[in-house]
């Protein structure tokens, strides 16, 4: 199985939702957040090109990476902040986990920070 990272890209909106939505079912329930209406402004977003120039155009601290395997995103990770970022958003698809992905996303988004110039992560659990 070969895997591919590269940036997130606006066609990529269904599966970031549908990988988001499994990785974090569990927070989404606990909070009592409508999982529906979450998917769906997460998806308008993520396709809508105007927010996706703003973005651009604000210098946007927030950049995700994915992880693709025969065209399907089976993994994703996202970094965020300013003067230190942080690690977000990570998640790899249930049927590929154990097989070095998120290993290959974490490395791929500490190559990212060094790019950005920054020699500080930090990470959140849950």
Not at 66 to 82: D, I, M, N
């Amino acid at each position: 199985m070969s895997v591919q990272i590269r940036p997130l890209r606006a066609q990529d909106a269904d599966e970031f939702v549908n990988l988001m939505l499994m990785a974090h079912a569990n927070d989404l329930g606990l909070l009592s957040i409508d999982t529906e209406k979450f998917a769906s402004q997460l998806r308008t977003a993520l396709r809508n090109p105007f927010l996706r120039a703003l973005q651009t155009l604000s210098r946007s601290t927030e950049h995700y990476l994915v992880a693709e395997s025969e065209g399907k995103v089976v993994g994703l990770v996202g970094l965020t902040g300013r003067k230190v970022l942080e690690v977000i958003g990570t998640a790899v698809h249930l049927d590929y986990r154990g097989q070095g992905i998120g290993k290959a996303l974490m490395e791929a988004i500490l190559v990212k920070a060094k790019r950005l110039g920054r020699d500080r992560l930090t990470v959140g659990v849950r």
